[in-house]
């Protein structure tokens, strides 16, 4: 199973000890970088690094042994950063996110259960939509905000432009095979909030250790908001 759930019964940031509430995940950048840590000791200069490039959302995955240990160091060690994990499949890592200093949520899917878990959470959440269908299932649960995945692979922006006539009402974060050259067409939609992304996390720059260069990619996609 994608992510870690042992620390599920940790206890979830109290209101006293948690940071400022998120009002809604699509405000806090034009691009949120998605992020797969093999090693939570790269989760604090990562994030420094996004953060001094423009762009302070981070969505870690919950793909690893290491993502729950790589939100918890970021929430603990960059303020400036707003923390949330992403691939959250079900409850028990809704609240391990939580426990950990999740900020935000997002789902690639959803289940009954998985949504019944997230608006429990107190913090925003975008759900995944890839259908007409899925997405008026939520209005009918009260939701607008949603993650569109996989973005390129289900319509691009062909499809959300087709959708934004009969609900003006829904905005998403389209995801999945957007890059740096196709960002700034989704981000001229009407519907679309922000985006996310992994192109400014490549693979040889991680490796390597070079925060530097992954810094002024994200200047480079901070840039695009503007």
Not at 90 to 107: C, K, M, T, Y
Request: one cysteine or more.
């Amino acid at each position: 199973m994608d992510g870690v759930t042992s620390a599920a019964s940790s206890p979830v940031p109290t209101a006293a000890s948690a940071p400022a509430a998120v009002p809604s995940v699509l405000g806090l950048a034009p691009v949120i970088p998605v992020v797969v840590l093999h090693d939570a000791a790269d989760a604090v200069p990562l994030a420094r690094a996004l953060v001094a490039g423009g762009l302070p959302a981070i969505e870690v995955t919950l793909r690893t042994p290491a993502a729950l240990d790589a939100i918890r160091a970021i929430a603990d060690e960059v303020p400036d950063a707003v923390i949330g994990a992403g691939t959250v499949l079900n409850p028990e890592q809704v609240d391990a996110a939580r426990a950990a200093g999740s900020r935000f949520l997002v789902s690639p899917g959803w289940s009954p259960r998985l949504l019944g878990a997230m608006r429990d959470s107190g913090v925003p959440f975008l759900p995944g939509v890839s259908t007409a269908s899925e997405v008026v299932t939520l209005l009918d649960e009260g939701i607008t905000e949603m993650k569109f995945f996989p973005a390129e692979a289900a319509g691009g922006t062909a499809y959300l432009k087709s959708l934004a006539a009969p609900l003006p009402q829904v905005r998403f974060c389209p995801t999945g095979g957007i890059g740096l050259a196709s960002a700034p067409a989704y981000l001229a939609l009407p519907n679309v909030g922000c985006v996310g992304g992994t192109w400014m996390l490549p693979a040889d720059a991680l490796a390597a250790k070079d925060w530097g260069r992954v810094r002024e990619l994200a200047r480079e996609a901070a840039a695009l908001g503007r």
